[in-house]
């Protein structure tokens, strides 16, 4: 029975009580002591603020229940498969299927992991080419696993199944054959002491350092570059060549014996070796990345390589976007497809059409979640969250499960209002087929489809955590300390704003990425510019790639990698740039791109560190009386320095407990009680409070503790303006979500001073967001306009692009039916364009606005 068919509340339903999953005294994280009936059966919508307590409900208490008494029916061996969740702080929970958690997660870090893995769509194929592929003459069968890159018995023998191969050559290690060896002309090697030891080395070795690279003879050159020999020798650091020489020949007793590696050596070794991401970046920039010369960068062995299937070979298959795929297996699928041959061998026919037809039902519910336009080789980490957890929903919709709770964390992320509304179609799908959906979700549309919706709130954090409503969506009216309400029911309305005139153009010439091919597109500078278009445009390929990569190289800024972002020696080489800048570069003179990508990597990075806020608190301890007698330096208080950290975590603040059958415990710190720091350095208290009670404050309630501090205020009401208000200073990045990181890095950057013609780059910047968080976020944007910079945003939200200065809409479709400009110009104009998907549903909320 649907929820929205009862009339009001849980307790209203009468005695079906077994209809209702009941929770009582739910408090996992900020829940405080949650009783809440929700029913089973119907899509429930968990609303309220980013920050309130709606994930630590669904997901923290609802899912990890579910998952807890699910893996107790299971062998504790097989137990050790799962990423398991801690068991939740609840009383008790009553009537509970089994559940489904499709939640927002960043691509998984290896290249190797791609949409067909994902799907499964990939076996399919392979098992498509195993059984009913064209196979040459003479060549016995290969079987399904031969036709994967990641098994010994399809990779190519010369990439091992990457597709590259990664070589240095003398120019990519000495760039600038015009400096001498000790002017660090191989630039290869290190930078600090090992640099300078290898050049001391090479002294002693009789080299001659202060001579151009370019006119050192070839063989020495050779040497130097490419030898794989590693004489040990004395060094004398400081010496001067001749003074080396005299040294060597009375024998005089060396500073110490250095070993000598060429810096082909150096390079190679550290790329497969550190564990640094940072050095493994530096060291690729020496290297060459090219396609493997065996397999063409296809990434298999010449044997599953001449098997092909509908005239092309199971790579060529995989690059082609699934919009085609499912146009080309669609014959095969309905038995109007093949010829001559396969009446030849009537089981190959049945084999493909049997494969052919699992595989359109696979694609069809992928084309109508508006994922048409990816590949089966796209890389997972090259996709959003919204897109990866799409996938994951199109196959628990194939999946047929009857009678199990699937708990989804915002799946309209990253959607155009037009994807929106096929979404929902896939939602209804699921439940039709008799299950039941916990869904977290911001996007207004969605919460307006619900059939029943559990409000958290009113704030976030500690102001956060109680349930202010649960029951179907019209009663939410009635609930005034609801800030959902407003929203849902029309009552907030910017007030319609004039558009800003530009200050001048910055104009980009043949942009070619991805699907923009040939592109001319202009920004206008000095205002709100939001870049539109369905999911798969090209939005992303135009602003955060090309626009950031020509002005970041115009302005000599250093790009961080893709291997900043994952760690893996399968990364592709940089993709070259597509386009050149044809104007309106003097209006800008930096480039501020704001993303989602995590402050850090370790729980040791914060809030706090990140922004710089600690480094004041950290001042502020040291200046207090105690401090300063006991000759407390600011280090000190870092839990990161030895002299100031608990020893036993090494200022991790727990320990982890490894249990073989079970999920790793992490427990608190036996000696600091998950303090961080050791006795001594919290003996030292400000105003009465030690650093880690500082560091365990949220951000609203250091705003209040800090008080007359101004450097340390003035970070802390950047924070509170972009709505983080509720984060603790000390919480770990680790714990952050990608919108959170997004505006932590906003926040750093709003704390400086503005001294205008910077150009800001934001890439969905709305997502995870609560409407009234959007506000807040929006009101900033603006501000930085205000002080005279530009700021252009990749937006879906219609809100944010009906309160733009300007819109670019690209599209009209996905994909290959995308990538183009199809209006551009002010949000009314653009409203009224007939080409545009954009443009009915910038028309309605504009007519709000003005109505």
């Not at 649907?2 to 009582?24: D, I, L, P, S």
């Not at 050095?279 to 001449?306: E, F, W």
């Not at 040939?518 to 602003?543: A, H, I, N, W, Y």
């Not at 994909?815 to 954009?838: D, I, L, Q």
């Amino acid at each position: 029975m649907q929820a929205g068919k009862h009339g009001g509340t849980a307790e209203a339903a009468g005695a079906r009580q077994h209809e209702f999953v009941r929770v009582r005294g739910a408090r996992e994280h900020n829940l405080k002591n949650v009783d809440v009936d929700i029913p089973r059966d119907a899509l429930v919508v968990f609303t309220g603020v980013s920050g309130s307590g709606k994930s630590s409900l669904a997901f923290g208490t609802l899912y990890a229940e579910a998952q807890r008494r699910y893996l107790e029916s299971v062998a504790p061996y097989a137990r050790r498969l799962f990423h398991q969740m801690g068991i939740p702080d609840v009383d008790e929970i009553d009537g509970i299927p089994p559940a489904v958690a499709l939640q927002q997660q960043r691509g998984t870090p290896t290249t190797r992991s791609s949409v067909g893995s994902v799907t499964t769509l990939s076996n399919l194929l392979r098992m498509l080419y195993s059984r009913a592929g064209d196979y040459p003459p003479g060549q016995p069968i290969i079987y399904a696993e031969a036709f994967s890159p990641n098994t010994p018995e399809g990779a190519c023998p010369e990439c091992h199944g990457h597709g590259r191969i990664y070589t240095v050559t003398e120019q990519s290690m000495v760039p600038d054959p015009s400096l001498t060896i000790r002017e660090r002309a191989v630039a290869a090697w290190p930078q600090a002491w090992g640099g300078q030891n290898q050049r001391d080395i090479l002294v002693t070795l009789g080299y001659d350092v202060d001579r151009p690279w370019r006119d050192l003879p070839q063989k020495q050159r050779d040497w130097i570059l490419f030898t794989d020999e590693q004489p040990v020798v004395p060094v004398y650091p400081g010496y001067t060549p001749e003074e080396t020489r005299k040294a060597l020949k009375r024998r005089e007793e060396p500073n110490y014996m250095g070993t000598f590696s060429s810096a082909r050596r150096h390079v190679l070794h550290t790329f497969a070796n550190t564990q640094s991401a940072s050095m493994r970046r530096r060291v690729m920039q020496y290297m060459l990345s090219t396609d493997c010369p065996a397999c063409g960068g296809k990434r298999l062995n010449p044997a599953s390589l001449s098997v092909t299937f509908a005239g092309m070979d199971i790579t060529e298959l995989g690059r082609l976007p699934l919009a085609r795929l499912a146009a080309l297996v669609r014959p095969y699928a309905q038995g109007t497809a093949g010829g001559s041959a396969d009446a030849d061998h009537p089981e190959k026919a049945l084999v493909a059409r049997r494969i052919a037809q699992d595989l359109a039902a696979r694609l069809e519910v992928l084309l109508d979640l508006g994922l048409g336009y990816l590949s089966i080789e796209r890389s997972t980490p090259t996709l959003s969250p919204g897109e990866l957890q799409r996938l994951r929903l199109a196959t628990q919709v194939r999946s047929n499960l009857f009678g199990v709770v699937y708990v989804l964390d915002e799946p309209s992320a990253g959607l155009h209002p037009a994807d929106t509304e096929a979404l929902l179609r896939a939602l209804d799908g699921l439940l039709a087929a008799g299950n039941s959906l916990f869904v977290v979700e911001h996007e207004m549309d969605v919460i307006r489809h619900a059939d029943w919706i559990v409000d958290v709130g009113p704030a976030a954090g500690e102001g956060g955590g109680r349930v202010l409503y649960s029951g179907p969506p019209a009663g939410l009216a009635n609930v005034e300390e609801s800030q959902t309400r407003r929203h849902l029911f029309g009552d907030t309305r910017p007030p319609a704003r004039a558009p800003r005139e530009p200050k001048g153009w910055l104009a980009l010439e043949a942009v070619t990425r991805n699907n923009l091919h040939e592109l001319d597109v202009r920004f206008p500078l000095g205002v709100f510019t939001s870049v539109s278009g369905v999911s798969g445009s090209g939005k992303s390929s135009l602003v955060s790639q090309v626009l950031v990569e020509l002005v970041a190289a115009h302005l000599g800024h250093e790009l961080p990698t893709a291997a900043d972002e994952e760690d893996d020696a399968d990364q592709p080489s940089s993709v070259p740039v597509g386009g050149r800048i044809a104007g309106g570069m003097e209006g800008i003179r930096r480039l501020v791109q704001v993303d989602q990508k995590a402050i850090g990597r370790t729980p040791r990075s914060n809030l706090a560190t990140y922004t710089g806020l600690f480094d004041h608190v950290r001042r502020l301890f040291a200046a207090t009386p105690d401090a300063k007698k006991r000759r407390y330096d600011a280090g000190r208080f870092s839990f990161n320095v030895a002299k100031g950290r608990c020893e036993t975590c090494e200022g991790e603040g727990f320990v982890m407990v490894e249990l073989l059958f079970l999920p790793s415990v992490y427990a608190p710190c036996p000696t600091c009680h998950g303090a961080r720091y050791n006795a001594q350095t919290l003996e030292i208290r400000l105003r009465g409070r030690s650093i880690a009670e500082v560091l365990g404050m949220t951000v609203d309630a250091a705003y209040e503790f800090f008080a007359g501090e101004d450097a340390v205020r003035r970070s802390l009401h950047v924070l509170r303006e972009v709505g983080l208000g509720y984060l603790r200073l000390g919480q770990p990045a680790t714990e952050l979500s990608g919108g959170e990181a997004q505006r932590i890095k906003l926040a750093t950057e709003l704390q400086r001073t503005q001294r205008g013609h910077s150009l800001y780059v934001l890439d969905e910047p709305t997502t995870g967001l609560h409407p009234s968080d959007v506000e807040k976020l929006v009101a900033q944007l603006h501000g930085l306009v205000d002080a005279g910079n530009t700021v252009v945003v990749v937006e879906h939200d219609m809100h944010v692009i009906a309160g733009s200065d300007w819109v670019i809409d690209i599209g009209p479709g996905a994909g290959e039916e995308g990538g183009r400009v199809v209006a551009a110009g002010p949000p009314g104009v653009v409203a009224h364009s007939p080409a545009s998907r954009t443009a009915p549903y910038l028309a309605l909320v504009l007519a709000q606005r003005t109505g």
